[in-house]
């Protein structure tokens, strides 16, 4: 079936630096990709989202990467801050459903 | 701006009791409603859809039910709860201009006992 899957459960960093959260997909007819952030005990919160027409997208301190060759999507975050630990999912369209599909998550832990 | 709530937030329940969850959009009109199940330290897992009052989908099979009375209005609801029901329910909207993007409630943490 139709999966999204987490390279990384876990991912912990140092406060100051830049984090990589990676996600596959399997989907390849999926035309739209998301990233929330969910912090503990919340709904899920929108970060950025990118369309298959596009390989790179940039927000405040968020860069998302599609990479459709190898069905792969990365989110990045420069200077993390401790406000950045949260569970971090990825999310795809897939084809004709329109509903969307959400990986297992990863949790960012900031270190101080 | 459109709002979403859902309550209550925490519920503590028998097995063998009934559920209702209920969640209500502001502020926006037809939106495509849904409901999500969350088990610790897991990924979503879409229960229902629904496109419309009275239209409701159901991603797959098991204890849980769901309605939409009303526009805005969308419940979930079981006659009888079992152990494995306990989670971290979601409601969301999405417009009908179909951005993609989902709109997420607070979440109502259920636990059976």
């Known amino acids: 079936g139709e999966s999204v899957g987490l390279h990384l459960p876990t991912l912990s960093v140092q406060e100051g630096d830049n984090s990589i959260i990676n996600c596959a997909y399997s989907?390849?007819?999926?035309?739209?990709f998301i990233w929330y952030k969910q912090e503990s005990g919340k709904g899920p919160q929108f970060i950025i989202d990118?369309?298959?027409?596009?390989d790179k997208r940039q927000g405040q301190r968020v860069t998302v990467l599609l990479n459709k060759t190898v069905k792969h999507l990365s989110l990045q975050i420069a200077a993390t801050q401790p406000g950045d630990s949260a569970v971090y999912f990825c999310?795809?369209?897939?084809?004709?459903?329109?509903?969307?599909?959400f990986g297992t998550g990863t949790l960012l832990a900031v270190q101080p | 701006s459109q709002t979403i709530h859902q309550w209550p937030a925490t519920l503590v329940q028998p097995v063998g009791s009934p559920l209702s969850l209920e969640c209500t959009v502001e502020?926006?009109?037809?939106?495509?409603l849904y409901w999500y199940r969350q088990a610790a330290g897991r990924g979503l897992q879409l229960l229902f859809y629904?496109?419309?009052?009275?239209?409701i989908s159901s991603e797959v099979p098991q204890n849980l039910s769901a309605s939409r009375p009303q526009d805005r209005q969308f419940i979930l609801s079981s006659k009888k709860l079992l152990l494995s029901d306990s989670g971290f329910y979601l409601c969301?909207?999405?417009?009908?201009?179909?951005?993609?993007?989902?709109?997420f409630g607070e979440g109502s943490r259920l636990t059976v006992l």
């Open positions: 969301a909207w999405r417009g009908r201009q179909n951005t993609g993007e989902l709109f």
């Open positions: 999310a795809y369209r897939g084809g004709a459903t329109n509903k969307l599909i």
């Open positions: 990118i369309r298959s027409n596009m």
């Open positions: 629904s496109v419309g009052i009275g239209q």
């Open positions: 502020g926006t009109s037809n939106p495509n």
């Open positions: 989907n390849s007819a999926s035309d739209y």
